[in-house]
């Protein structure tokens, strides 16, 4: 069985946590891939350099100067600040990008009319993914090889384009791709113990959710913003194969203590 972590820019940005997470990902045993944000980093530079950041609905509009800033920072500072760390704890990394070897390309997101507000947006240099465009091939050589692949944000679109997807994104079509060769769990890791009921209480984490309860969620504005993508992601890894998806604390991913997403009804309150 293969893991799938992913982690999300406020861990990256926060060396505290990284670090304990960096050691904790490098004791996890058997084969494992990583893939890290990096947007609260890049939303910074983004206002040291003059230019104010635009998220909609948990993605990043990346124009051509953003598309330069997010390259820098994910396939650059926090890539190879990521691989040197687990590097110091024993875990033999190499750091990625989609545009190496070819093995993430992606397609650039057209206009996309929400459904939330009937506003049409164009997000620029986003990418988009589809699973057929995931080389698993090449990451399980990496694996057989000892090696634990690293991944940024950052694709390509084939054409000499880069392009910026959302890293839940990223995580979620790695653990699909590999799903078709071998058993596959996803580990979405942040700042938080999983879902929460309110936000801002710890207590409140939400155990279970299956996809009935995450449009109730929704509906509720109790699931916004960044935790979107990361559910909508999810739900969409469980539908491709990938055997379970959680979502949990950086600093405690050897517990139980997390939210699992299930594919058929449970009883749950919130």
């Not at 950041?53 to 190879?80: F, Q, S």
């Not at 309860?213 to 469980?238: Q, S, T």
């Amino acid at each position: 069985m293969i893991q799938v972590f992913k982690i999300g820019g406020n861990v990256v940005d926060n060396p505290e946590k990284l670090e304990k997470f960096a050691e904790d990902f490098a004791a996890v045993q058997g084969p494992k891939v990583l893939v890290h944000g990096g947007g609260a980093i890049a939303s910074l530079m983004q206002k040291k350099l003059g230019s104010e950041p635009v998220m909609i609905e948990g993605r990043r509009v990346t124009d051509a100067g953003t598309l330069k800033i997010v390259t820098m920072v994910y396939a650059g500072w926090c890539n190879k600040t990521i691989v040197a760390l687990l590097q110091k704890y024993g875990c033999n990394a190499i750091g990625l990008s989609g545009a190496d070897a070819g093995v993430i390309k992606a397609v650039k997101r057209p206009p996309v009319r929400l459904a939330s507000t009937g506003e049409t947006v164009d997000y620029g240099y986003v990418g988009d993914l589809k699973t057929e465009n995931i080389d698993s091939g090449f990451i399980l050589s990496l694996i057989r090889m000892g090696l634990t692949p690293v991944f940024c944000a950052i694709t390509c679109d084939g054409n000499g384009c880069l392009l910026n997807t959302n890293a839940d994104t990223v995580a979620s079509g790695i653990a699909v791709s590999l799903a078709s060769e071998t058993d596959t769990d996803l580990i979405y890791c942040f700042e938080k113990d999983g879902v929460l009921a309110d936000r801002n209480d710890d207590s409140t984490l939400i155990e279970r959710i299956d996809p009935a309860c995450f449009e109730k969620l929704k509906e509720r504005k109790i699931v916004a913003d960044g935790m979107l993508p990361k559910l909508e992601n999810a739900f969409r890894a469980i539908r491709c194969g990938v055997g379970r998806v959680v979502i949990k604390n950086s600093d405690n991913i050897g517990n139980g203590r997390q939210t699992t997403l299930c594919a058929g009804p449970e009883s749950l309150t919130f």
